[in-house]
């Protein structure tokens, strides 16, 4: 009795340490996603940018972070508006990579990427081990940063999120009229990258000239050998444009349209207010669907339903069965729903579809069957055994039908006779059908 009570309470420390080495073990690493998308602004409504936005490890575990995106990211510990604090920093990695970095003291760690500042995420550290992070400080946050000597043109802070292209506020200034041969100078007062690119977002860059990215606090020159009017943008941001006209070769491009005002039932889609979509989509009533079974269990079905939206047009719905679907003997009722793009949803429809059973299907040449058991050529066993592998076998199809055990086994003269006359082409298959359906009701053939 010792030792069952012992062993008992081994299993149970064995079941406990087990346990907490798994727990410690799942906060060793972490791992974020990046995902698709990210580099345009509206992630960061729900906290999407970083996949999960919070993850947790005790001290000394690793969170790695994915680039699943097409563009470019930084994971730079500090946030947007005070900038990095410098106790981590990826620095620009491309999609498709990834990025490591050790904990080695407990604390909270907000994170951003420098490139699209409203992409955050926070990392915390549980434990000992390690003295903790000192609590950072930024200096005073101050809406343009004194650019240096020389420059000419800014990128102003907080232009890395959509708006400052309302007021024409991205670069200060937005045009900016030079002699030719004069060398232009911009500054990166925002706290994240930007480019200096010239051409559009529309039709790209041009080839002129180009900063490739540059960083927050540092410069970039160019100089302008020929006259002419140059559009410029941002190739991390493109909502952020400016214009340089070089000598008397140029003008100044007319303002553009303002941005319309929207009303209640609207949405701004480019620079045009657009018809908010709130009617739902309508499902087109299919009809009932009848169709022979192909065995005594059932038949495949195929079926079509639509959907009509008044924006999206035609829509597929989903059912909760899937056309071509196997779907047993009887009826069985399938229920469809819509959505279109804007979230509406559809009234479901539903229809039925009804598997008919089959009905007595047996071959011409079974009667040769028939004519041996007619002749006495066969014992009476002999001829049920033989319908019998028959009907496993699918050569002969027999609709289900209840059984009342009589108690024999015998078979009936009639049925016999039935048979006879059937071989001879004297009955249908229809009447001898009635012979072998007596023989499953009375379980002598069980199907």
């Not at 039709?203 to 970039?220: C, N």
């Not at 079926?303 to 899937?322: G, K």
Request: hydrophobic content about 35%.
């Amino acid at each position: 009795m010792i030792q069952y009570a012992f062993l008992i309470f081994f299993v149970i420390l064995l079941t406990i340490f087990g346990s907490s080495e798994q727990v410690f073990a799942d906060h060793m690493t972490a791992s974020v996603s990046t995902p698709q998308g990210t580099s345009v602004p509206g992630c960061e409504e729900t906290n999407e940018c970083f996949v999960p936005y919070e993850v947790t490890v005790d001290v000394g575990g690793v969170v790695t972070w994915s680039n699943d995106d097409s563009a470019a990211h930084t994971v730079t510990s500090g946030t947007g508006g005070d900038g990095p604090n410098g106790i981590f920093d990826s620095s620009m990695f491309m999609g498709g990579t990834t990025f490591s970095h050790t904990f080695e003291a407990p604390g909270t760690f907000p994170y951003f990427c420098m490139l699209h500042p409203w992409m955050v995420g926070i990392v915390s550290v549980t434990g000992t081990g390690g003295e903790k992070e000192p609590e950072y400080n930024p200096p005073p946050p101050t809406p343009t940063p004194t650019p240096p000597p020389g420059v000419d043109v800014i990128a102003l802070q907080g232009t890395s999120v959509p708006g400052c292209e309302e007021t024409k506020s991205c670069f200060d200034p937005y045009t900016i009229r030079v002699v030719q041969y004069s060398t232009l100078t911009w500054y990166n007062a925002d706290s994240a990258a930007h480019t200096v690119t010239s051409g559009s977002a529309g039709d790209g860059p041009s080839g002129t000239f180009d900063s490739s990215m540059f960083m927050a606090g540092t410069t970039y020159s160019h100089t302008f050998d020929r006259e002419g009017t140059f559009p410029y943008f941002c190739m991390l941001h493109p909502w952020m444009e400016g214009y340089v006209v070089v000598g008397s070769g140029g003008s100044i491009p007319p303002d553009p349209d303002p941005v319309p005002q929207c009303g209640p039932n609207e949405i701004l889609v480019g620079y045009r207010c657009v018809p908010l979509d709130v009617t739902p989509p309508k499902i087109l009533q299919p009809k009932d669907i009848e169709v022979d079974a192909e065995n005594p269990d059932g038949a495949r079905v195929s079926f079509d339903v639509l959907a009509i939206d008044d924006t999206d047009e035609i829509i597929q719905p989903s059912c909760n069965a899937r056309s071509g679907s196997f779907f047993s003997v009887g009826d069985t009722r399938v229920t469809c729903s819509a959505r279109d793009s804007a979230g509406n949803y559809a009234t479901p429809i539903s229809f039925t579809i009804t598997v008919i059973p089959p009905g007595f299907s047996i071959p011409s040449w079974v009667k040769n069957v028939a004519e041996f058991w007619c002749a006495d050529k066969i014992y009476d066993g002999a001829f049920v055994e033989g319908i019998q592998y028959l009907i496993d076998n699918g050569i002969i199809v027999v609709p289900s039908t209840s059984v009342s055990y009589s108690g024999s086994q015998e078979v009936p003269q009639w049925v016999k006779n039935n048979a006879c006359w059937w071989s001879a082409g004297l009955i249908t298959d229809e009447d001898f059908s009635f012979g072998i359906e007596y023989l499953v009701k009375e379980g002598i053939i069980i199907v």
